[in-house]
């Protein structure tokens, strides 16, 4: 089975700091692609980031960065410069290409406040 | 220009009773999924459907009933609401069934009385 853990349930950040949301995961598979999703207080989930496994280079896109190491199966978010609309749940997920096919597996999530 | 839609957006019934929550992307995908998201907030799939074929059916009451009329469109029927249905219900959608990232609609949450 496919588990996404997400260890850490809340953390804070100050505004215009950089902080570090934990994922891992635990698959058999060698294809996959991992997620971030961010649900703000609108409920709408929204797609941050998204890293392909057999990409070594981690995933960036503006102030949000990867750290993805395959092999520890640790697939971390890093926010710089956070703003205050960055306050919300950030999800973990994963989908595979076997038996996972089309599930997207989330993590139970890290809720976010950045603080000005 | 909304990509996901869902209606309605919050629907409050009380048990027994069956009710609807309609999804339409426009975004041309073929496959689209129905979520669950529990009071602890955490996330599970329930169903997706690929050119409106039935593809995955995860463990839900036989009370939950999927129908996808063509591409665009994905309904959830439930019938004989009870407490526990309580939760929020995202659609979403996605080109093709691989690895591609899922465009989610804005959520229903429904609320059994």
């Known amino acids: 089975a496919q588990t996404v853990t997400q260890s850490q349930p809340e953390m804070s950040v100050q505004e215009a700091e950089t902080v570090t949301l934990s994922c891992t995961y635990d698959?058999?598979?060698?294809?996959?692609?991992l997620f971030w999703y961010k649900q703000p207080p609108s409920r709408q989930m929204i797609l941050v980031i998204r890293?392909?496994?057999?990409?070594?280079q981690n995933a960036t896109e503006n102030r949000f960065s990867v750290n993805f190491q395959k092999a520890a199966k640790s697939f971390s978010l890093k926010i710089s410069d956070s703003q205050l609309g960055d306050t919300a749940m950030y999800f973990c997920a994963f989908t595979g290409r076997g038996s996972t096919l089309g599930r997207l597996y989330f993590g139970r999530g890290t809720q976010l406040t950045v603080w000005p | 220009d909304t990509a996901v839609s869902q209606t309605p957006k919050y629907l409050v019934t009380q048990m027994g009773n069956d009710k609807s929550i309609k999804c339409e992307q426009n975004?041309?995908?073929?496959?689209m999924y129905w979520y669950k998201q529990d009071s602890k907030k955490f996330l599970k799939i329930m169903f997706s459907?690929?050119?409106?074929?039935?593809?995955i059916n995860e463990t839900v009451p036989n009370r939950f009933s999927p129908k996808s009329p063509d591409k665009a469109h994905l309904n959830l029927h439930i019938n004989s609401l009870e407490l526990g249905d309580s939760a929020v219900y995202f659609c979403a959608s996605s080109q093709g069934t691989g690895l591609q990232e899922q465009y989610f609609g804005p959520g229903t949450r429904l609320t059994v009385t």
């Open positions: 975004l041309g995908h073929d496959t």
């Open positions: 890293q392909e496994a057999y990409k070594q």
């Open positions: 459907y690929n050119n409106k074929e039935l593809i």
């Open positions: 698959t058999s598979e060698n294809n996959y692609y």
